[in-house]
Each structure stands twice: as structure tokens, then as C-alpha cells.
């Protein structure tokens, strides 16, 4: 069987030479893309035959889009992961233009099946009062630590209307990873415990107490393998370990290594003021610092008092007797909308989360039957439902190659039919390679929810014949 080829973009920083080790011992050929000026010294040697390097940048679209060529699957490791900058732009222009960058190299392929995209747990924000987030988080934007942190945030919302709009991304969270590796900014924590034991950091930062999700390097190659191997796109994945406080940190590594624990904490104020004093020797010595100054939040709006204010008369009537105004609540105006005969509202609260061996029935059954419709002739695509198609947004992105091979290429109407011979006209959206308005309504009408599996089976370019597989039958049967 032919071996699978996969870019990882971000190579040869701390997480990416790892991955690449990972995915050469899977079985996978690698191709890393690379810079001319990269230390290549955490990747395997250039004697594999299965590991190819690509020289290039995230930044330059052609020698990206040329780096992709007969792969089969990204892994978009690169970043650009430091405190500070001298110029923020930077990180823009690496996290946010680089990744949109992927994402257009996709539209222009063929080939490639699956992204995976490492993001980041900043990109959820903190939480308060001890609650422990999960893939459902989202961040408040009120205010960021870092710019980097900004950027990230910036990037996970392009990738989940990416995933929106059919392109096959995963995006997964890793926390603050540690474990051996080069020494990078990628490898903060390592870095944090030098300038600890070299009593460049001789106490906690702040109250210590604040907790920080850390994975461990390996487990995040891990995560990041079961991503493209069971992943479902647009679906968030978090790759983070125990939650733990910088204070339990330090206080453990103290154990482990038979010195002392801290005696103090630095307050606020004065990490703050490191940060900038790094910050300074930073533009002398063009040494990036550990640290960074605090950014400034984004204040709350501004709410102003509402007074009533006596308005000023013409003269004409400034002697007659001030009128009096009654106060009358509008209705509210609605406009109709076409329900395919469901009235009811969407339940979100209970809505249907599949298991995996419920998706795997769905699959199973939906091949079955496939193998049956090929007999007659048409091209068919089995679709699974993921929550994205179903709730909220209701977007149903379609592979690239049977859109190009089989769809309409310009914007337009197409018309399903189900199984008891009723059409649906349905926005179909060539640029973005799905369908739009009017799949809702398809979609309410047939009550999908996650877990169904839906078989395409092409009639003509505009005509699609639709089969349902309901993933609750396999509940059914076991009754």
C-alpha cells in the first residue's frame, strides 16, 4: 500500500521535530518544510529515505503551495511563539496570514485529505472561580497577555469558518508543554526552571496559585497522530494534562532535585518591571526577553447616566403649557421565514452528541448501501453529521475533489431529493464548496443530528438523490 505523505510546516521547532520523529516510526512519509537559516538539529537524519526537506516559509505562498505537492495530509505546526517583539505585526503576519495561507494552498490542491492545526490553550482564555474549561470555551477578548496569545485567538476563529465553510481542518490545543527537546521559546517551562535554579527567578511569580494546564511533550505528538487518524474536522481538540500552579512547579521540581523551595513571592509589580527592563536590554542586545510586559486591557464601554433634558421651545408656543407625550411600546417586527412544516424551536440544550461506536455504525451501514447504489451507475459521497451540520450553523462543506469533479461550478441552486421522492432546493456555494441556504431546512425537516451518516448519490450536476442512516438504529437494534 502506498505510504501517505504528510507536511509538517514548523518542523524544526520543539514540537514539529518531535511530530516528525513520531510520524516517520508510524509509517508516514514527512516532508518538512524548513527555512535555509533553521537548525535542523532536532529532526531525524537526512539519511531516512522516507523524510524529505522543503525549503520555504509559511509566509511565501509559493514556496508553501510548491512544498504541498503530492502530499496527503498538513500538520500547520509553525508559529511564531515568543513573550514580545519588537514588532507585534510579526506575529500576525506569521500565526494569522501563515494559516490563511494553508488554508488557501488547500483550495488550490487536490491532494490534501486532512489539516491539522495545533492551536493553542491560550486561544480559550482563562476561567474564573476554579472552572475547568473544556472544548466549548470561548475567549472573552477583553483583554490578552500577550500578543501572542491575541494572534492565536485571531487564527482559531479562521480555522473554525474554515471548517465551516467544508475545509477538512482539526484543530487541537495543546497547554504549556514541557519535556525534553531543544531549548526554544516552544519550550518555556524548561526555560522558566533554568532561570530558577540560576537564581535569575528566585521566587514564585505573583501568588503562584493561578493554574496552567501542562502536557507533556510526547502526549501532545500523540494527540496530534489520533487527530489525523480519528479526527473529525471542525471538531476542537484539547491536548492538555494535569492543571497545576507555577508554585507546584517549582515546589516539585525543588523535590526532585534535593534544593530548596522558594522563600518568597515577587510581587506583580515587580514582574511587571522585569518585563520591562528586559524589554529595554532586549533592544540593545536584540536578546529576546523570558518575560513580557504586562499588555494594556481592553477597557469595559463606557456607560453614561441617561438624564432627561428639558428641549428648547420656539417662541412662538414658549408661553402655552408644555405638552405631554404618552409612551407606546412598538410591536416587534418579524419577518417570515419558510419552516418545511417544523415549528418548533431547536433544542440545544439536549441536542444529540454521537458516540464513536455510534459513528462507526452510521459509517458501516452508509458504505453497505453505497456499494449497492454504485452498481447503478451514479457517483455517490457518504457525508457523516457532525454537530456544525446540524445545529447552529448549519453548513454542510463538501470534499473539494467531488465538488470539482461532480458539482456545478459557479453559484447556484441544486435540488435534493429523499426517499420518498420530495425535492428541497438547496443553495449550493461552488467557491465554497458546500451547501448553504436551505439545507437547514433539509436538515430540520429529516431531524438529523449528529452521528447520521446522509449518502449523496448523484443524478445530474444539480440533482442529488439523498439517503439518511440514522445512528440511533444501532441503540435500536441492540433493543
Same mark, same amino acid.
Given at each position: ?11 524544526? %521547532? ?9 510520524? $516517520? ?104 472561580? %476554579? ?260 445545529? %447552529? ?13 461532480? $458539482? ?12 420518498? %421522492? ?58
Amino acid at each position: 500500500m502506498e505510504k501517505k505523505t504528510v507536511l509538517v510546516t514548523g518542523a524544526s %521547532g520543539y514540537l514539529g521535530g518531535r511530530l516528525c520523529h513520531s510520524l $516517520l516510526n508510524h509509517g508516514y512519509s514527512v516532508r518538512a518544510l524548513v527555512r535555509h537559516s533553521s537548525d535542523l538539529s532536532s529532526l531525524p537524519t537526512s539519511q531516512n529515505s522516507n523524510l524529505q526537506l522543503s525549503f520555504g516559509d509559511i509566509t511565501d505562498f509559493s514556496s508553501l503551495l510548491s512544498a504541498l505537492s503530492g502530499c496527503h495530509f498538513i500538520f500547520h505546526s509553525a508559529a511564531l511563539v515568543e513573550p514580545w517583539l519588537p514588532d507585534p505585526s510579526r506575529f500576525f503576519t506569521v500565526n494569522v496570514e501563515g494559516l490563511k495561507k494553508v488554508i488557501q494552498a488547500y483550495r488550490e490542491t487536490d491532494s490534501i485529505q486532512k489539516i491539522i492545526y495545533t492551536s493553542s490553550f491560550f486561544a480559550l482564555g482563562p476561567t474564573d472561580g %476554579g472552572i475547568v474549561a473544556d472544548e466549548n470555551q470561548v475567549h472573552h477578548e477583553r483583554f490578552f497577555c500577550t500578543e501572542y496569545e491575541r494572534s492565536k485567538v485571531a487564527a482559531d476563529k479562521i480555522a473554525l469558518q474554515a471548517a465551516s465553510e467544508g475545509v477538512p481542518i482539526v484543530p487541537v490545543y495543546p497547554g504549556v508543554i514541557y519535556g525534553p527537546g531543544k531549548l526554544t521559546a516552544g519550550n518555556v517551562f524548561a526555560k522558566l526552571l533554568i532561570e530558577r535554579f540560576n537564581w535569575r527567578l528566585p521566587g514564585y511569580i505573583g501568588p503562584g496559585n493561578d493554574k496552567f494546564s501542562f502536557s507533556y511533550v510526547d502526549d501532545v505528538v500523540d494527540g496530534h497522530i489520533a487527530a489525523l487518524e480519528k479526527g473529525y474536522p471542525g471538531e476542537r481538540y484539547l491536548l492538555t494534562g494535569e492543571n497545576a500552579s507555577f508554585k507546584h512547579v517549582f515546589d516539585a521540581a525543588a523535590i526532585l532535585t534535593n534544593t530548596s523551595k522558594p522563600h518568597f513571592t515577587l510581587p506583580m509589580w515587580v514582574i511587571a518591571a522585569y518585563g520591562w527592563i528586559s524589554v529595554l536590554f532586549s533592544r540593545v542586545t536584540g536578546k529576546l526577553p523570558l518575560l513580557s510586559p504586562p499588555m494594556k486591557k481592553v477597557g469595559k464601554p463606557r456607560v453614561v447616566e441617561k438624564q432627561m433634558v428639558a428641549v428648547r421651545r420656539s417662541p412662538r408656543v414658549s408661553n402655552n403649557p408644555a405638552p405631554v407625550y404618552a409612551e407606546v411600546t412598538l410591536p416587534r417586527f418579524s419577518s417570515p421565514r419558510k419552516s418545511y412544516g417544523v415549528s418548533k424551536a431547536r433544542d440545544f440544550a439536549n441536542r444529540v452528541i454521537a458516540t464513536d461506536e455510534v459513528r462507526e455504525y452510521a459509517i458501516e451501514k452508509a458504505e453497505k448501501l453505497c456499494a449497492k447504489l454504485d452498481e447503478e451507475g451514479f457517483p455517490t459521497l457518504i457525508r457523516p453529521m457532525l454537530p456544525s451540520h446540524v445545529t %447552529g450553523g448549519f453548513w454542510l462543506g463538501l470534499p473539494s475533489d467531488f465538488c470539482r469533479r461532480s $458539482l456545478p461550478k459557479e453559484d447556484g441552486m441544486v435540488t435534493m431529493v429523499d426517499e420518498q %421522492g420530495e425535492e428541497f432546493p438547496v443553495v449550493y456555494l461552488a467557491r465554497k464548496r458546500g451547501m448553504s441556504g436551505g439545507w437547514k431546512g433539509f436538515a430540520e425537516f429529516h431531524e438529523l443530528v449528529d452521528g447520521d451518516c446522509v449518502i449523496f448519490q448523484l443524478l445530474s450536476r444539480s440533482v442529488l438523490k439523498v439517503y439518511i442512516i440514522r445512528g440511533s438504529d444501532k441503540e435500536a437494534e441492540l433493543d
